[in-house]
């Protein structure tokens, strides 16, 4: 059973850095495509980024472009987020989620086949 383990929510104010790691046991780590998706009270989840399982395709929402870095590391089943600049409206749950391909529709939650119980990131204006 493939299971997924979010790590490195806070609470922080704007401007701030963070960086979520997600650790994935179970399954084949290396082949899934990883991807980080976010909700805020209220709202749909929201697509934040993705990496293919070389990490040679990644893709961002618009809404943090240039400011959050996926990256992967296969030799120790872990997914990174790292967050730049954090913004009061980035505030959410982060959940870490594993798809068996990475689909054109990447951005949709549909696509994932796994996912962590999520962490709470609350930045404070």
């Known amino acids: 059973q493939v299971q997924l383990v979010e790590s490195g929510g806070g609470l922080l104010q704007t401007g701030a850095s963070l960086r979520l790691s997600c650790a994935v046991s179970?399954?084949?780590?290396?082949?899934?495509?990883m991807g980080w998706f976010r909700q805020a009270p209220g709202k749909e989840r929201e697509f934040v980024a993705v990496i293919n399982w070389s990490g040679g395709n990644i893709y961002y929402g618009d809404s943090v472009k240039g400011r959050f870095s996926i990256s992967r590391d296969n030799a120790k089943n872990t997914v990174t987020l790292q967050m730049n600049s954090l913004k009061p409206e980035d505030t959410a749950v982060y959940y870490c989620?594993?798809?068996?391909?990475?689909?054109?529709?990447?951005?949709?939650?549909?696509?994932?086949?796994?996912w962590g119980q999520g962490t709470q990131v609350t930045v404070s204006s």
């Open positions: 179970g399954g084949t780590f290396s082949s899934y495509a």
């Open positions: 989620a594993a798809s068996k391909y990475l689909y054109t529709n990447y951005y949709s939650a549909l696509r994932y086949n796994y």
